[in-house]
């Protein structure tokens, strides 16, 4: 998502009152005469500084994208990274001071009209004072607003029509290898856990049918309480995108999880998204001697059909996922389903 630049407290007052006195230069340059020219002067300099101000903040609030209006898997997402109550607060805060702002104008700048021409000067100066003030009291609240910028800036873009499956699993299993082999996606593969930072979406295309893939971080097997920002927004993914989940086991044990472990991660994924389809993978296949874990997979999850047997860095087995992807998407049809 895309955040305006915000500027600082100081950097803020610096510009509004730099801009001010070069409204007033243009003023004392000016042809007007006479006694009021130094409350013309003064009155130029708060009108400018006030004016700079609000109108940073009215365009900073302008091109803010609305949060209650984005699809709820972006509103989620906010809220997971950087809150959304915050983020209103921290944009109500602005607006605060843009209005008090404009009513600071009206009344210094009427007060130096109707003050004696050697006051002028002192009313400015304390207009001036409020206006710093103004700003330095909402300086936390533009601080978050720069912390959600960064946070923000990357926030993925999904497809909010596609079909979409979410690949989940525990760390290392091999879901970025998955993603890489059936979609044109780039994503960080490496052989130590958590290399996969937020989600990553991969698009396929098949007999004129967009599909949307989505990549998560490992999932590991803790009460959502306790996970932190990246497996949340895992969850955010699931929750809200997926049409169906493939949980990728590791029967080989490389990626280090207990098959015991794995076994549990899938129950409570299942669980968790209750009405969603998980679909179990088999990866890394070529490094089984024999279907011994396979098999006891199978136990422990209930699964009575053939397992679906994939070794992804070799490519092998990959095309069946997109199959089941492709069959999903064909039943989803069947059953009138259209308001995912
Ligand atoms: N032998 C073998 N290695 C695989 C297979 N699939 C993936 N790997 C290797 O397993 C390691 C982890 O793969 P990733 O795709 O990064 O795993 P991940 O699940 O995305 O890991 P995180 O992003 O850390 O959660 C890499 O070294 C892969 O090359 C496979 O089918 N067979
Ligand atoms: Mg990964």
């Not at 404009?102 to 006051?119: A, V």
């Not at 525990?170 to 993603?179: D, E, H, R």
């Not at 937020?198 to 306790?226: A, S």
Request: charged share 30%.
């Amino acid at each position: 998502m895309f955040l305006p630049t915000i500027p600082t407290p100081d950097e803020m007052i610096d510009k509004a009152f730099r801009r001010a006195k070069k409204a007033a230069m243009k003023v004392r340059s000016s042809k007007i005469r006479g006694q009021d020219k130094s409350k013309r002067i003064e009155e130029a300099r708060v009108q400018t500084a006030c004016q700079v101000i609000r109108e940073t903040y009215e365009n900073i609030l302008k091109n803010t994208p609305r949060v209650d209006e984005m699809p709820e898997f972006y509103q989620d997402y906010i809220d997971v990274v950087v809150g959304v109550d915050q983020l209103k607060k921290s944009l109500g805060a602005l607006k605060w001071a843009s209005d008090l702002l404009e009513k600071l104008q009206g009344q210094y700048t009427s007060r130096i009209r109707r003050s004696p021409p050697e006051k002028a000067s002192k009313i400015r100066g304390e207009a001036f004072g409020r206006i710093a003030s103004v700003i330095n009291r909402i300086g936390d609240e533009l601080e978050f607003l720069n912390f959600a910028k960064l946070q923000l800036r990357n926030m993925p873009t999904v497809d909010t029509e596609a079909t979409t499956a979410v690949i989940a699993g525990f760390p290392n299993v091999g879901k970025s290898t998955i993603l890489r082999r059936i979609t044109s996606a780039e994503p960080e593969v490496a052989n130590y856990p958590f290399t996969t930072k937020g989600i990553q979406i991969g698009h396929l295309e098949r007999h004129w049918k967009k599909y949307q893939i989505i990549d998560t971080p490992g999932l590991l097997d803790r009460p959502v309480m306790d996970m932190n920002e990246i497996e949340l927004q895992a969850m955010v993914a699931l929750e809200n995108l997926a049409d169906l989940i493939f949980f990728i086991f590791d029967p080989s044990m490389t990626a280090g999880y207990a098959l015991k472990n794995q076994v549990n991660l899938y129950h409570e994924v299942k669980n968790l998204f209750k009405g969603i389809p998980v679909f179990p993978v088999f990866n890394k296949t070529d490094l089984l001697e024999d279907e011994e874990n396979v098999k006891y997979i199978q136990k422990h999850i209930n699964m009575r059909e053939e397992p679906l047997l994939v070794a992804a860095s070799e490519g092998s087995g990959v095309s069946k996922i997109i199959e089941i992807l492709e069959e999903f998407d064909d039943s989803k049809k069947d059953h009138g389903r259209t308001d995912v």
